[in-house]
Nanobody, 120 residues
């Protein structure tokens, strides 16, 4: 059983900052790629940022230069530092991870989401 749990969402004014965390727990051998997604009502879930196991990152154009993704493999944690927040960043943010839970078997897991609201 693998779980991903997000935390750190909330209400912030435009221009402010928030730091999201994602904690992985359960039967985990290796965590490969980890990602942050976001979704607003009526829209498809969109990829915000991705980080590989060795720390390579990529970002959606809309957040480049404002958001920073990081991870701590030893703690099985992933973070999203969000600075210079804009009202259009308002969404439910989800963490996702590709996790190997046996010697050969892997699966993709999702957290339950955390709400981020940016007021103008």
């Amino acid at each position: 059983q693998v779980q991903l749990v997000e935390s750190g969402g909330g209400l912030v004014q435009a221009g402010g900052s928030l730091r999201l965390s994602c904690a992985a727990s359960g039967t985990i051998r290796i965590i490969n790629d980890m990602e942050w997604y976001r979704q607003t009502p009526g829209k498809q879930r969109e990829l915000v940022a991705r980080i590989t196991r060795d720390g390579s990152t990529n970002y959606a154009d809309s957040v480049k230069g404002r958001f920073t993704i990081s991870r701590d493999n030893a703690k099985k944690m992933m973070y999203l530092q969000m600075d210079s927040l804009k009202p259009e960043d308002t969404a439910v943010y989800y963490c996702a991870a590709s996790i190997r839970y046996t010697l050969t078997a892997s699966a993709d897991y999702w957290g339950q989401g955390t709400q981020v609201t940016v007021s103008s």
